[in-house]
């Protein structure tokens, strides 16, 4: 597969010192992507073909509602069920005929058939390709620029996920010499910063203890989202940090 560098975008958000920059770069797609979907893309055939195709999955089906184009979304949506009836009309039930004879998993087919009917997302999977494209820089900007790679070592790191995507991606670009030096330096930030989390999340709960009350709060107010958003990726209250 070629990829394309893009680097500007992966630099900023170095330069902002986020908990997980790759959270940063995500969520900018994503905002991205919901946006488009619901601007000029809704009427352009080839996006329109792709989303009938595809779907559109729960949680973002949640975020073009929340953007209140209620007519852009209506449009993506019906042109998407108008296919799926297609595809239900063709489904075929059991063969009732065969009766005792009928194998017990005489509904696997009509299962996996609608299972695979709401399993795809066209946003997630335009996002899924954009993150590719970031992961792919980031490895190459850490293998050949001095500055992003100082950057990095005096940064928080990155999530949990995002750590394993990231060493997925060494591991496909880097010699095993790099994989070690990325992966010793990864482990070694992700281990301070989850440590400081722990720290900061302990005093938040000790907070409650009526003897610590007059105490100050330190960095702990905000520790537990820190701490979700370090374990599983960005996912509470975009300003945590």
Sequence with gaps: ??????????????????????????????????????????????????????????????????QKNRLGHALLTDSHTKE??????ALKLPDERRGLFAPKDGLSTLIESLERMNASCVICENIHTHMERYLYTFIHLWKTDQAFRER?????????????????????????????????????????????DEKDLEWFTLKFDYRNQDKPWGNSRNALERTVNRLRGRCIDRDSE
Excluded at 84 to 89: P, T
């Design 1 to 66: 597969m070629q990829y394309h560098l893009d680097t500007i975008p992966v630099w900023e958000v170095m330069e902002k010192e986020t908990a997980c920059p790759l959270c940063e770069l995500y969520q900018k797609c994503e905002l991205d992507e919901i946006d488009r979907s619901l601007g000029g893309s809704v009427m352009e055939p080839e996006a329109r073909i792709r989303v009938n195709e595809r779907g559109i999955c729960q949680k973002h089906h949640k975020q073009l509602f929340l």
């Design 84 to 89: 799926l009836l297609k595809k239900i009309d």
């Design 152 to 196: 990095w070592e005096a940064s928080q790191g990155v999530c949990l996920p995002h750590a394993a995507e990231l060493l997925g991606c060494a591991q496909k670009h880097l010699n095993a010499a790099n994989q070690r030096a990325f992966a010793k330096t990864l482990l070694s930030l992700i281990k301070s910063s989850l440590a400081q």
